[in-house]
């Protein structure tokens, strides 16, 4: 193929270096090896065109932590080594926030200013920071640091949050939560750590941020928040949280871990999938799609071969739940994982974890690597038939890609935009290929499915809600954290659970940025599928974020939609040029320069809503309005009522 590589762009030694010890040293001249012009154009060799490009998000991460940036002289050696066009590959580094195509230092400090880490002073954290150092990407004066503003980072629970990425041959990605100036500002000031290729990723390079991590619960198991209440509360998904060693096989095996697999080999793929039929399972990501019915369409599909795909973006804001399961159970994900792809005929599967989450990223390929060592992973597992294996794959800082489809063309090594639908997964997911796709907590509750049955399953919650499920409790509640009860319990129950609202409620995010916000009066709504969808909300990713009254909730909304503007992949119309319109009429409702009346720019706030949700191609656009809708008619914050 010619590439028509970049003129005069050549690679360093260490971006050569990055790359190879990925891929492997180049086999030919054709990819990047020496050049043997006595064969050259006599001989070709290669692989298939796809299976090599699914490496390409992989490379191009790889010189990004080795360099801290992706030169033209990169992206051409990766582009020779994968047989991608230059232009596809620089489009795929400039789609995800944390690839940078232009020089910048070496060290980057993501200050997280989203919602629930504006809530705990996060602004008053980027405007020091602004004082000090100076505005988002300039260089510090010694030039080799800077800080950006980030969306959400998945520690609502523990904010304000900083992630910092230091890039070199030892690179390392430390999350720092709680912080505070005094951290932020040590963190751009260290020198990157010098740690072993073993070395744990998430380590702190200052005293100052050692202190704030430990106090987190970075450095140590972390016991769910629910603890004091789990006992009433019976903890089932978060049973083992801060109770067991996560990077311990044998920790979890003796505490019920792969007697669930047992028995699903013991009773067979149709039983299996009866069960979670039985379970009446509903997917946890948002959807609330039946699981069973997913699995038994992929397992029915005779095109082969069929594939498994975890989603583990968790991206929303407010949302933190799959991160707690990932870092601190993750056999059980594994092991979910496995009954999956042994009852749907799947040989491979793929954790597709977001960028921001080093930590759980480190846990999952331990545990992958552990399993694999006892046979509970590869060929021949716990000496049956079944082989099955599972493969690491992080994301670049792409909200969208926590879409199912996006996500496959991300893996994939295309740009992580959405897929017109149908085809589903179903029929032809990640290659083309029949795929099961589930989040985190849903297949965290397969093992339960399969240990006890699925009828006594189904027992638990409601008819149309059945099990347990996570909420992600943020905001002015007095004890963040993840809790887990029983589908049923009301929202007034949960916030209770929670140590209740330090101030005086004014409104409650339910399900995340793309859920809406419901007034002290619902309180008492069952948390339940149905029950939520009655007050015409939506659970969601899980989020419950709670607002008093010392927050300014025109800032909130506003950053809602400043977020779902950045995010919007903008491959559609009605999403990039809607969530653009939305938050210019916010902003003029909040400066009080409506265009005509409040009715009128109110009409407006729903036509615009209207063509997001009914035309764009995914849930993003579909879901993109409803926080500005519900802040708008609900909390009414333009119109005299809440501010």
């Not at 100036?181 to 990157?192: G, K, Q």
């Amino acid at each position: 193929m010619d590439l028509h590589l970049i003129p005069g762009a050549a690679p360093t030694r260490d971006e050569r270096d990055a790359v190879d010890a990925l891929l492997g040293p180049p086999a030919t001249g054709w990819e990047g090896g020496e050049r043997r012009p006595e064969t050259e154009g006599h001989v070709a060799a290669g692989g298939q065109a796809l299976e090599r490009r699914q490496h390409l998000l992989p490379a191009l991460q790889a010189v990004q932590r080795r360099i801290g940036w992706i030169s033209p002289g990169a992206l051409n050696y990766v582009c020779r080594r994968l047989s991608v066009p230059p232009a596809e590959a620089y489009g795929v580094a400039t789609f995800y926030a944390m690839l940078a195509v232009e020089p910048r230092p070496r060290t980057v400090v993501h200050v997280c200013d989203d919602i629930a880490c504006r809530v705990k002073g996060a602004r008053a954290l980027t405007a020091a920071l602004e004082k000090r150092v100076g505005p988002p990407g300039r260089p510090t004066p010694a030039g080799d640091a800077t800080w950006q503003r980030s969306p959400c980072l998945g520690q609502c629970d523990r904010g304000p949050a900083l992630l910092v990425q230091r890039a070199g041959r030892n690179a390392v990605d430390e999350v720092m939560a709680p912080v505070d100036t005094a951290t932020a500002m040590a963190a751009l000031a260290a020198a990157p750590r010098r740690t072993g290729a073993g070395g744990r990723r998430g380590a702190p390079a200052a005293s100052a941020a050692a202190a704030r991590l430990a106090a987190s619960g970075e450095g140590a198991p972390e016991a769910p928040q629910t603890l004091d209440v789990g006992a009433a509360a019976g903890l089932r998904l978060l049973r083992r949280v801060g109770r067991v060693d996560p990077e311990s096989l044998d920790d979890y095996r003796a505490t019920g871990g792969y007697a669930a697999l047992r028995r699903a080999i013991d009773i067979g793929q149709e039983e299996v999938l009866r069960e979670v039929g039985d379970s009446k399972l509903l997917g946890r990501g948002g959807a609330a799609f039946p699981t069973g019915r997913k699995w038994v369409a992929v397992a029915r599909n005779p095109v082969r071969p069929h594939f498994l795909v975890c989603n583990a973006d968790e991206s929303e804001p407010g949302t933190f739940k799959d991160r707690l399961l990932l870092e601190r159970d993750p056999f059980a994900i594994i092991e979910g994982m496995t009954i999956a792809a042994f009852a749907t005929g799947c040989g491979r599967g793929w954790v597709y974890v977001r960028g921001e989450y080093p930590l759980a990223a480190a846990r999952l390929e331990g545990a992958i690597g552990k399993a694999q060592a006892r046979g509970l992973l590869g060929h021949r597992i716990m000496g049956s038939s079944f082989g099955f294996d599972i493969e690491v794959r992080r994301g670049a800082g792409a909200y969208i890609c926590g879409e199912e489809t996006a996500l496959f063309n991300s893996i994939e090594g295309f740009r992580g935009e959405p897929r017109n639908k149908p085809p589903f997964p179903v029929q032809a997911g990640l290659f083309g290929k029949p795929t099961v796709i589930n989040n985190v907590e849903t297949l965290a509750n397969v093992p339960l499915v399969i240990a006890d049955g699925g009828p006594a399953f189904a027992v638990s919650g409601t008819d149309g809600s059945s099990g347990t499920k996570l909420f992600c409790l943020s905001g002015s509640v007095v004890r963040p954290g993840t809790y887990e009860v029983p589908f049923g319990a009301t929202l007034r129950q949960l916030l209770d659970l929670a140590g209740g609202v330090r101030g005086r409620l004014r409104a409650v995010l339910l399900g995340g940025a793309a859920g809406g916000f419901v007034t002290p009066d619902q309180l008492d709504t069952p948390l339940t599928f149905e029950g939520v969808r009655a007050i015409g909300a939506s659970l969601g990713s899980g989020v419950v974020m709670a607002f008093d009254d010392s927050v300014d909730m025109r800032d909130i909304v506003l950053r809602i939609a400043a977020f779902f503007r950045d995010e919007s992949c903008g491959q559609c119309v009605p999403c990039r040029v809607g969530t653009e319109r939305q938050e210019e009429l916010l902003a003029r409702l909040a400066a009080g320069r409506p265009n005509g009346s409040l009715q009128s720019e109110a009409a407006l706030l729903d036509d615009i809503a209207a063509a997001m949700r009914d035309a764009s191609i995914c849930g993003l656009g579909q879901t993109a309005w409803i926080a500005a809708t519900s802040a708008v008619k609900n909390l009414r914050l333009f119109d005299g009522g809440v501010k």
